[in-house]
């Protein structure tokens, strides 16, 4: 069991519908992440927020929206996807540290389908 | 682009035998990080290697870092079928940015 929580575990959802993932984590991690990883592809960042601002956005595009309502919740909503989008999402939480030697805690990931 | 290219991509070995997979990245690093994912589930973190350090170990696991030829090796000795995982290497160039950039991968399979 990871200490990273994420709902849905699968998703499957039509171009025109709007859906959210959800990313829980009660550790006390400041830093919390979004990854996008396609089959047999390694994880691509998407998003990083530090003490629940975005800090890092890697050119997502705009119909993918970050949120971190506070300092144990993350979600990404989603609205008009594309089928390329289909993928694993995966959230995962660190340690804040000015040296960046904290290893991330991953969840298992919402696996998406766009239909 | 992928800032680690692993390699091999794949491997298979038999239970009891030892498994060596390599990193290359090519910029200067902070720290290079070990991450095992199984099928279908999330990354686990296994081992992080600071950039002033040759090598470490952690169980049956041993790293090296050379960062003057930019590579790294884990070594897995008397290996388990459960082992059998992909096995990504992870860098930290933002120095203390949180952005960790994933190399390619190494498929391990462990056969009983």
């Known amino acids: 069991d990871t200490e990273v929580t994420q709902t849905p575990k699968h998703l499957v959802m039509g171009m025109t519908n709007k859906k959210s993932l959800k990313c829980e984590q009660h550790?006390?991690?400041?830093?919390m992440y979004w990854y996008k990883q396609k089959a047999k592809k390694p994880p691509e960042l998407m998003f990083v927020?530090?003490?629940?601002?975005?800090?890092i956005n890697e050119s997502v595009p705009s119909r993918f929206s970050p949120e971190c309502p506070n300092s144990s919740l993350l979600n990404l909503h989603l609205h008009a996807l594309q089928p390329e989008d289909s993928a694993l999402y995966l959230c995962?939480?660190?340690?804040?540290?000015?040296?960046?030697?904290?290893?991330?805690?991953f969840g298992d990931g919402t696996r998406l389908s766009i239909l | 682009s992928q800032q680690g290219e692993e390699d091999p991509q794949a491997l298979s070995i038999q239970e009891g035998e030892n498994a060596t997979m390599n990193c290359s990245y090519k910029t200067s690093i902070n720290n290079l990080q070990w991450y095992r994912q199984n099928s279908g589930r999330g990354l686990v973190h296994l081992i992080l290697?600071?950039?002033?350090?040759r090598e470490k170990h952690s169980g049956r696991l041993r790293v090296t870092l050379d960062t003057s030829k930019k590579s790294s090796s884990l070594l897995i000795t008397a290996s388990r079928a459960a082992d059998t995982a992909s096995y990504f290497c992870?860098?930290?160039?933002?120095?203390?940015?949180?952005?960790?950039?994933f190399g390619t991968g190494t498929k391990l399979q462990v056969i009983p």
């Open positions: 927020y530090s003490y629940e601002k975005l800090s």
């Open positions: 992870a860098t930290d160039v933002s120095g203390g940015y949180q952005k960790v950039t």
């Open positions: 550790m006390g991690h400041r830093a």
């Open positions: 290697i600071r950039s002033n350090e």
């Open positions: 995962a939480s660190s340690l804040l540290d000015t040296n960046g030697d904290q290893p991330q805690h």
